[in-house]
């Protein structure tokens, strides 16, 4: 890069730091495996390796964004980095087409955060071990289905407000 921006760089070859890009990164990882893990459960009945796939998704999700978070408050200027992008606007940081993407990706991913807990917790209450169906299921039917389109979409506005802030000049 030809610009040095506060926090570590990334290794995508952007204007992403290391966290943005590690963030973007598992999230291309979490969309196959959580639909590996839907179609496990669904079609082959594989109710214990679907709850340890869900496990292990939640426990990665949880570290990788809180090192983000940590990242993003102390370390890194998303802004600085995202300047060279004509889609941002310093002065008007969240009226300008990278804000208006950032605030939309937040409006999925806060909630698809909170609801991924809630659908996890609530299996780990109520399913038996091993998890077999149960009086929970149509519930946690219903609720899973809305955690997962959750994260495709955190995923999709999480790469275009990245792609905008961060790779295009």
Do not use: N
């Amino acid at each position: 890069m030809d610009h040095q921006y506060p926090g570590i760089d990334g290794f995508l070859g952007t204007r992403g730091s290391l966290m943005l890009d590690v963030v973007f990164v598992v999230m291309f990882a979490i969309l196959p495996v959580l639909a590996f893990s839907i179609y496990l459960v669904r079609y082959r009945r594989q109710y214990e390796l679907h709850k340890k796939l869900q496990l292990a998704q939640g426990i990665l999700l949880l570290v990788a964004v809180t090192a983000f978070e940590v990242d993003m408050q102390m370390l890194t200027e998303w802004e600085l980095r995202a300047e060279p992008s004509h889609y941002f606007d310093p002065g008007a940081k969240w009226s300008c087409v990278v804000g208006y993407s950032l605030l939309i990706h937040l409006l999925f991913a806060v909630p698809t955060a909170v609801l991924w807990v809630v659908v996890i917790v609530q299996a780990l209450r109520r399913f038996p071990r091993p998890p077999v169906p149960g009086q929970h299921s149509r519930q946690h039917v219903l609720w899973a289905r809305l955690a997962a389109g959750g994260m495709v979409m955190t995923a999709v506005t999480g790469w275009i407000f990245y792609v905008l802030a961060f790779v295009i000049r």
